[in-house]
């Protein structure tokens, strides 16, 4: 499936992720810190909706890792991603496993049209940061819930700590990340993803830190939500 001109997306943004599809689901590979952070993602999620037998949405899934931890936990899960090569990836793996995952490569602005106030739960964990409208997809994920249903999103918050450690430290000292896997810019303050939120009818429940340490390679949910952060929105019945 090709991506649209007017599609919710950055090309380079897409390119630079298919570069690390191969590697995706090495513990110790390129995406080392976000096999840490997966734990710490999914029993945020857990806390919040019940998994079993819920119909969960992962938005940016890439490779796959939330998406078959929910899965894993009991969710029918959909997974949408607009890398063609990440999902390659995720569903060869799902083979491997025999996590069942329904991989889509669609956009979430056109799944909401499709298939509105069908799921229970919508996953969208380190995505927002990456497109150009990221007020567009809390809407669309908003539309795709059930009345009642939660949206659980988690980005990196736009401030000198985030600078500090998420591009400097990650990126250029400790060399965890790719150079280039963030751009300060499109970092979003909690206040800012609050507007989104309630301009998409939604009430935002929570927000909570996501520490992570390189040195232990360990993530947990706590603490001050000012480099990377998780966000729980609920939709009214």
């Known amino acids: 499936m090709s991506t649209p001109a007017t599609a919710n997306v950055r090309q380079a943004e897409l390119a630079k992720f298919e570069a690390l599809a191969q590697r995706?689901?090495?513990?110790?590979?390129?995406?080392?810190?976000?096999h840490a952070l997966n734990p710490a993602r999914l029993g945020y999620v857990a806390a919040r909706v019940p998994l079993a037998g819920a119909r969960v949405l992962d938005v940016g899934?890439?490779?796959?890792?939330?998406?078959?931890?929910?899965?894993?936990?009991?969710?029918?899960?959909?997974?949408i991603d607009l890398a063609p090569g990440l999902l390659k990836v995720a569903r060869l793996h799902g083979l491997e496993s025999g996590v069942q995952v329904e991989y889509r490569?669609?956009?979430?602005?056109?799944?909401?049209?499709?298939?509105?106030?069908?799921?229970d739960a919508v996953?969208?964990?380190?995505?927002?940061?990456?497109?150009?409208?990221?007020?567009?997809?809390?809407?669309?994920?908003?539309t795709l819930l059930k009345?009642?249903?939660?949206?659980?999103?988690?980005?990196?918050?736009?401030?000198?700590?985030?600078?500090?450690?998420?591009?400097?430290?990650?990126?250029?000292?400790?060399?965890?990340?790719?150079r280039g896997t963030h751009?300060?810019?499109?970092?979003?303050r909690p206040s800012e993803l609050a507007h989104w939120l309630r301009a998409a009818g939604l009430e935002l429940e929570d927000v909570s830190g996501l520490r992570y340490d390189p040195l232990r390679n360990r993530a947990w949910v706590g603490g001050r939500p000012d480099v990377n952060y998780l966000a729980c929105a609920r939709k009214p019945e």
């Open 183 to 188: 751009q300060y810019r499109d970092f979003i």
């Open 123 to 142: 996953t969208c964990m380190e995505m927002l940061e990456h497109v150009p409208d990221p007020g567009a997809v809390v809407q669309a994920c908003a």
């Open 105 to 119: 490569q669609v956009a979430v602005e056109a799944l909401a049209e499709e298939l509105p106030e069908a799921f």
């Open 24 to 34: 995706w689901w090495d513990p110790d590979g390129p995406q080392k810190p976000l």
């Open 147 to 178: 009345p009642g249903g939660r949206l659980l999103l988690s980005t990196l918050n736009r401030t000198p700590a985030a600078f500090a450690l998420a591009i400097v430290g990650a990126e250029y000292v400790a060399r965890l990340l790719p």
């Open 61 to 79: 899934c890439g490779g796959g890792l939330l998406s078959e931890a929910l899965a894993r936990a009991g969710a029918a899960v959909t997974a």
